[in-house]
């Protein structure tokens, strides 16, 4: 299929939850999901066949801004779809696309330990990439990290 | 399949056979936490091209059984305390040698979270053998001067770095032909087989 | 094939050491009944590390990633940087890109098929293909200087050029690699001990592949048809095109044949574009800041899709680069698949994948009705050479 019909029977599909969609370059087309609605525009895009998640991108836009973000990138072809989900800094939580991809669970487990972006309803919790003995509540992949903040 | 070498080079290799038929050394290895470029490099000895066991180091796999410890790797917080059970696990006498630029000071990585940057932050290192990755050529002449160390020829406590200008590079500038040299290899066992 | 007592290096190598287990297999008898994993060996910290560094010494940082496949992730990034300058490297630097990657991906191909002849028990195999090796790396090092490494990539551009002498070298080189491969296609395809060991084993169906993401030769071993220099062209593949190499059967078997069939359009590709390289310059000027932009690259690593996310904020650094390799859907899918195998057959299903191979050396906790036993990967290897003794 060609990508611009891709991205289009795309947008047809997410259509009941986009609260905004954006073309950020060729080829792309980005769609802000409120995250009550990721797992049902999820299920749209696989059970349509659309393509496949290929990876799961954490955002910090900076401590002055309220919110983090979570990008859910789908693939088909040359074609890539990217559900974006704000979530507040002080509570951030989405909901676990475990019962859509069954292999989801490492990208989840790396988005919670980076981020601290609570997946609720995922399968494992335990950290993926960092060590066991690293810190609750210290996240690498956030614009405020310090080192200082690991101890000795 | 023999390198084609220099006189200096083959002499020490010779005087060193002799002395490693007498004293095996016996190697381990261990990544902590590297890109593995370092250790296709150190596998890549063993391959018969380079063939670093003819020089009787052996490489096996217990620390109990281990004179010397070849590393890789910046260190990462999860080898942290591997690397020091290794270590502690090897009988005395006992030597390290650190393995690429990560080894030596965290490399490419030097200040990122999860890495102690180097190796001799955590045990102490006898020989240092610089690259990203350092070539076996390199690697092998790290092993030739800790083998001259284990002898007693260096008795000083100073790390040995590689010196560029030695017999190690004398080997890659005495003109082999690698292509042609599988090739005929490669041809010779087949007529054998 | 006898298995020789033979140790590789591969990884630490540490049977004395009990410590939390990097796999975690829960068994009922010989079957999985569960299968976990923790990752955090060779965590480096690199994404964060490319914020604090500017676009170029970032590059320094992705090309150490992986040792295996180092050109692919400088690709990738430049690619991506790229595209967020408005720039585009020459076409005689994008031919380089190709011939260097295309190099790497049989240097890395032939690797996994020694790695993966080990697991099984064939030193012998591992021993020809890595010397094997050695003629693309000497081939490699002709052009960019290094064995491991290359280093090829600069953002613009290339720093290596490809002259006529190192041409000849290339198709002499490729021409002795062909006549190796087609031995190992025959030995993959008809030896009876190795088909013991891959035919049927592990099998991914079609639909499971699709569904959880599944890329690189492991999908295309599934049926599916999935290979980003064809779904998504880069530098010159979409002038200088490969085949999709594809298979229907989803086992081992079906996964050493993709890859050491692909091997051949690798050969052919490069033959193809040292016949038609283009003229010209290797570099182009890039600004050093970047304006404020987010792009997606994707290129296709041996081992399959990789992935990267960067973002620029208009300054001399990124605000974020994120990298998704291609082993992580790939042994994320295989774990959830590994239930109801044997345990036995987990070593090859995993190598299957093509891991990174320090993934391969890692410990191994099994649990057996409620008693639990720490093995090291060698133990786990050799439980499964056993099994099929």
Known sequence: METDTCLQTAAELLAPWAQETIEPEPGRVDVVVAPGDLVAAAHALMDARWGYLTAITGLDPGEEDGRLEALYHFACGAAIVTLRVRVPRAQPAVPSLIGVIPSVS???????????????????????????DWPDGVYPLRKDFRMEQLGG | ?????????????????????????????????????????????????????????????????????????????????RLVRIYEQMPEPKFVIAVGSCALSGGAFRGCYNILGGID???????????????????????????????????????????PDSAGEAAILAGEDPVEDLAHAQREEEAIA | ??????????????????????????????????????????????????????????????????????????TAFCLGVERLAGVEAPPRAQAIRQIVAEL???????????????????????????????????????????????????????????GSEQAEAIQIGLNFLEERTRHYLDVVSSDAMFLRRTRGIGVMTREDAERMGVVGPTARASGVPRDVRIDAPYLLYAEHPVELVIEEAGDLEARFKVRVRELFESYRVIR??????????????????????????????????????????????AERVKVRTPTLPNM??????????????????????????????????????????????????????????
């Open chain 3, 272 to 317: 193809e574009l040292l016949t038609a390289l283009p003229e010209g310059e290797l570099t182009t000027r890039i600004p050093r800041r970047i304006k404020p932009a987010e792009t997606i690259s994707r290129v296709e690593a041996p081992r399959g899709e990789l992935f990267y996310f960067i973002k620029s904020n208009g300054t001399d650094s």
């Open chain 2, 1 to 81: 399949m023999t390198l084609k070498l220099d006189q200096s080079w083959q002499a020490a290799l010779d005087k060193l056979k002799t002395w490693a038929r007498l004293n095996s050394p016996w190697a381990i290895h261990f990544n902590s936490g590297s890109c593995n470029g370092c250790d296709i490099e150190i596998l890549a000895t063993l391959t018969p091209r380079y063939d670093v066991e003819r020089l009787g180091i052996k490489l096996q796999g217990s620390p109990r059984h281990a004179d010397v410890l070849i590393c890789t790797g910046p260190v990462t917080r999860q080898a942290r305390d």
């Open chain 3, 104 to 162: 790497e991906r049989i240097h890395s191909h032939l690797l996994w098929v020694g790695v993966a002849a080990h697991e099984a028990g064939f030193d012998t195999l591992f021993m020809y293909t890595w010397r094997d090796r050695e003629t693309v790396m000497n081939l490699l090092e002709g052009i960019t200087g290094n064995r491991v490494n290359y280093s090829a990539n600069v953002l613009g551009g290339v720093k290596c050029d490809i």
């Open chain 3, 332 to 389: 994320a899918s295989v774990l959830v698949l590994s239930v109801g195998h044997q345990l036995a057959d987990v070593p090859m299903i995993l190598a299957g994948i093509d891991p990174c191979f320090s993934c391969n050396d890692r410990m191994a906790v099994v649990k057996r009705n409620g008693d639990e036993q720490v093995w090291t990967w060698e133990q786990l290897r050799q439980y499964g050479i056993e099994y099929y003794r």
């Open chain 2, 121 to 163: 932050q955590v045990i102490p290192v006898d020989v240092y053998v610089p690259g990203c990755p350092p070539r076996p050529e390199a690697i092998i002449d790290g092993v030739v001067k800790l083998l001259a160390k284990l002898r007693g020829d260096n008795p000083s406590d100073t790390p040995v770095v590689f010196d």
């Open chain 1, 106 to 132: 490492f990208y989840e487990r790396e988005l919670m330990e980076m981020f601290g972006i609570v997946v609720e309803g995922t399968p494992n919790t335990d950290r993926l990439f960092l060590p066991e």
């Open chain 3, 1 to 74: 094939m006898a298995s020789e007592k033979f140790v590789i290096p591969i990884g630490p190598q540490h049977p004395a050491l009990k410590e939390p287990g990097h796999f975690e297999f829960n068994v009922d008898g010989e079957i999985v009944t569960d299968a976990s994993v923790r990752l955090g060996y060779v965590h480096r910290g690199i994404e964060k590390g490319a914020e604090t560094r500017n676009f170029v010494q970032a590059e320094y940082l992705v090309e150490r990633i992986c040792g295996i496949c180092s050109h692919v992730h400088a």
